[in-house]
């Protein structure tokens, strides 16, 4: 009896609620402004068929894109404490949580979900740029820390797609000690042996490349995904001149040795199962 | 080292009164001297009285003041004045030596430790050396090196955290300041020896953080951690430069907040009127809080260190549920 023998089917109430059809039949790509029709870039996976560049893809999408037949189980979202801090600035924090559910449908800027991939068991985590900005506070940094377990307790590789703005300020001081906490996370993995991939997607910036995102075991990035740490207009405003071009894009990281490959969404799947394949001796034991 | 004071804008009232008790102390009429010593006496009395009231009750906003105050004492005075026969170490062995972080060996109270803090510098000359103590990836990557170097010879560590932040600029990001970073907080955590780090002034974001994935982690009475800047704080959410007072305030960043929630394991009192004003004083407390927790330390063993720090996370930021 394990967890493979238990497989429930994806919750679908998840699902359902967002919609499969974009508000606009038209999508305009932010890169060749070019028209493309809106079913034509869900079935090109969000890439642009006239110039490749990536568009953001929501997480049930990229979860649909990974797993195989698109069949996985949410890994249930932590309960944490909201709003710590009683934070409010121009606006409540509370509001701006409760705006941010009503348009994504997800509880939280991170979402994980366990499955097969390429036949192997693995557990995905995916952020949500659209939830404020991907950025990771309590709940993001204990998603991730939950997942870690489950993979570690379930003997299974963790891949993380980001795409975060960095931490959540809204959560102060406690945001911050997530950069701590999903670090161990990826400790826990490191200590079994379990591999762990990093897939960088645009964009990913300030204390989430400073933690587990640049942690992988393999570090995977999407084409012309912005990859920071701090940002271009600080650094702009800094230094009073102009910036390389195509800085911190992923070609320029690696160019600079951070990423170890970039990969076209349409071949993602793929890569990943092929390097899930590679390091899988590791953990596939006395089968 | 700065002689003079530099007061904050909110101590114009003790600047006020510490300066008429200089002048009176500079006349050198004997006749009128003993008149003025009883004068002296009662405006002292005032001063204690004003730097009472003042720092008994700092805004999140004046502690960012009295954090960043010039006249603190800096890592390098911790370690001048704390440890015998330091052995300063430099370079990350891969690219070049940040002075932004300084660190070596020493001794502490007879304990052989490893000692890591950043350093802003203070003076002009001394700061541009030291980076505004604002380190880049070598400088995180040196710290990862003393790190391992401890762990490998059973030394404790001790680090000093007092940063505006990471360096931010073209060079830190070619070379990888996000790696750097969190690959120093990683260190941390893989650890078997005792691993304190104290916030000595300005605990900022992530360049903070890489040095303090510790078993303790301690803060002066009137330093400040925090997420971002009030400043960048106060420029993204309020898109208004002038609100940082609000910023600080809403952002929870003095160390009596991070007490409450349980972010840090003991806040080290300053003297009354701030580190700045008692340098001595507050470099010695500090020493006895870091002593103390060391001891405490000390009886683990390096699984049970390293275990330590792993729950000590895990369970951070787990709050209740009503």
Known sequence: MNWLLDYVRPKLSVAKTEKDVPDNLWDKCPQCDAMVY????????????????????????RLNMLFDNSEYTYLETPQVKEDPLNFRDTKDYRTKLKSAREKTKFDEAFVAAYGKMGGHGVV??????????GSMGIAVGEGIVQAAQFAVKHHMPLILVTASGGARMQEGILSLMQM???????????????????VLTNPTTGGVSASFAMLGDVTVAEPDALIAFAGARVIKETIKADLPAGFQKAEYLKKHGMVDM???RKELREKLICLLNLLGNTFVKGE | MADKTIYLDFEEPIYKLESKIQELKSCC???????????????????????????????????VCVARHANRPHSIDYIHALIDNFMPMAGD?????????????????????????????HDLESRIRHGFGMAK?????????????????????????????????????????????????????????????????????GGAIAIASANRILMLEHSIYSVISPEGCASILWRDGAAVKKAAT?????????????????????????????????????????????????????EELAKDRENKFLTMTRFELK
Request: proline share 4%; net charge neutral; with cysteine.
């Open chain 1, 262 to 264: 970039i990969v076209n």
């Open chain 1, 38 to 61: 809106g079913q034509e870039l869900a079935k090109n996976l969000y890439v642009c068929p006239h110039c490749g560049y990536h568009l953001y893809l929501r997480p049930r999408k």
């Open chain 1, 124 to 133: 995905i985590g995916v952020m949500n740029f659209n939830f404020i900005g």
């Open chain 1, 180 to 198: 701590a906490r999903t670090t161990l996370a990826i400790k826990l993995l490191k200590d079994q042996r379990l591999p762990y991939i990093a």
């Open chain 2, 93 to 121: 062995k891969l690219f070049g030596d940040d002075e932004a972080i300084v660190g070596g060996m020493g001794f502490f109270k007879g304990q052989s430790v490893m000692i890591i803090g950043h350093e802003k510098g």
């Open chain 2, 250 to 302: 809403a952002l929870h960043l003095t160390a009596q907040d991070l007490y409450k929630f349980g972010v840090i394991d003991e806040i080290i009192t300053e003297p009354l009127g701030g580190a700045h004003r008692f340098r001595d004083e507050t470099i010695e407390r500090t020493g006895e809080v870091i002593w103390k927790h060391l001891a405490e330390l000390k009886k683990m063993t390096p």
């Open chain 2, 29 to 63: 009429d004997d006749k009128l001297a003993k008149d003025f010593n009883k004068e002296i006496a009662n405006l002292e009395r005032k001063t204690k009285r004003l730097l009472e009231e003042t720092y008994t009750k700092l805004t999140p906003w004046q502690k």
């Open chain 2, 137 to 205: 990836p070598e400088g995180y990557r040196k710290a990862k090196r003393l790190m391992e170097l401890a762990n490998r010879f059973g030394l404790p560590i001790i680090s000093l955290v007092d940063t505006a932040g990471a360096f931010p600029g073209i060079e830190g990001e070619e070379r990888g300041q996000a790696e750097a970073i969190a690959s120093c907080i990683m260190e941390g955590f893989t650890l078997n020896v005792p691993y304190i780090a104290v916030v000595i002034g300005e605990g900022g974001s």
